[in-house]
């Protein structure tokens, strides 16, 4: 079934803490990284480690990682960035587990920056 996805995309800065841990190499590529975390009460409790183009600073992959065993469950690859209205974004974002073996994704095919939303978009139907 092919139809459309419009995804809402909203993030109060107080919702996610980084810290910067340094460049690291992964996959024979250097990216600058930083440990990502979601504040306390938020359901997704996995840290998060931010993998950074070191020339263009986009990101290009988070790996999640399991809070007790600090296990890496899986990545998210974040690539084919375009410019929309002096924003790049991803047009691909595509989840793979421990050995690499991709699970999903989503590849979109427009971007709207700032659209008028009808209030009655979010009743519940």
């Known amino acids: 079934l092919w139809g459309q996805l419009d995804l809402l995309l909203y993030l109060d800065s107080r919702d996610l803490r980084c810290t910067y841990t340094g460049v690291m190499t992964r996959d024979k590529e250097k990216f600058v990284t930083a440990e ?5 009460g938020r359901e997704l409790a996995e840290p998060r480690r931010l993998y ?3 020339t263009t600073a986009l990101i290009e992959r988070i790996d999640v990682f399991d809070a007790k065993s600090n296990m890496r469950l899986g990545t998210t690859m974040v690539g084919d960035y375009k410019d929309h209205e002096g924003i790049k974004f991803p047009e691909l974002i595509e989840f793979t587990d421990r050995a690499g073996e991709v699970l999903g994704g989503w590849r979109f095919s427009a971007v709207k920056v700032n659209p008028e939303v009808a209030d009655d978009t979010f009743l519940k139907p």
Do not use: G, I, K, S
């Open 52 to 54: 950074f183009d070191t």
């Open 36 to 40: 990502a975390a979601f504040r306390p």
